[in-house]
């Protein structure tokens, strides 16, 4: 690597990545994470993450900060880090490219990435289909590489009696 490379995780600071993180999580306002009210107050800032915001709820009293509850929370890494992760793998870079890209080894990426799937598989809503659902010929034939003469030929085999 030469010296005149210049990182991403250089350009982004946690700050931002917090306020981002706050953003998206409460964008209606905070809320608890232990009772979901809205009745809640700062309560200084993380020992370790200067730029982690903490949080009680006057209603539980549950003390709580800006990650409690999500995939982000109790993880050594700086979540300018986690942010890059996610936004490259939004790119659809490999593990092994994000690994370069952050300068970590591959198997701590590959141990973010799975954490990262699974906690955002977790959080999407349940899918409900309602309506009519219409399919043609051209599913079928495609469920047999794309070969109808095949299928038409099997259709015809099986009808003749073996």
């Given at each position: 690597m030469g010296s005149d490379l210049i990182r991403l995780s250089a350009l982004l600071d946690d700050a931002k990545c917090f306020d981002l993180i706050r953003q998206h999580r409460w964008p209606d306002g905070v809320r608890c994470a232990?009772?979901?009210s809205g009745q809640v107050v700062r309560n200084g800032?993380?020992?370790?993450?200067?730029?982690?915001?903490?949080?009680?709820?006057?209603?539980?009293?549950a003390r709580f900060d800006d990650?409690?509850?999500?995939?982000?929370?109790?993880?050594?890494?700086?979540?300018?880090?986690?942010?890059?992760?996610?936004?490259?793998?939004?790119?659809?870079?490999?593990?092994?490219?994000?690994?370069?890209e952050l300068d970590l080894n591959e198997g701590d990426v590959q141990a973010m990435t799975g954490q990262l799937r699974q906690g955002l598989v977790e959080r999407q809503p349940d899918?409900?289909?309602?309506?009519?659902?219409e399919a043609d010929e051209v599913y079928v034939v495609a469920g047999h590489k794309g070969n109808p003469a095949a299928v038409q030929k099997k259709a015809g085999r099986d009808a003749g009696g073996g």
């Open positions: 232990s009772c979901d800032w993380d020992d370790a993450r200067h730029t982690r915001q903490r949080w009680l709820c006057k209603d539980c009293k990650l409690t509850g999500t995939v982000l929370a109790g993880h050594h890494q700086p979540l300018r880090v986690w942010v890059l992760c996610l936004y490259f793998m939004g790119l659809n870079l490999s593990n092994r490219q994000i690994a370069q899918v409900r289909l309602d309506g009519e659902v």
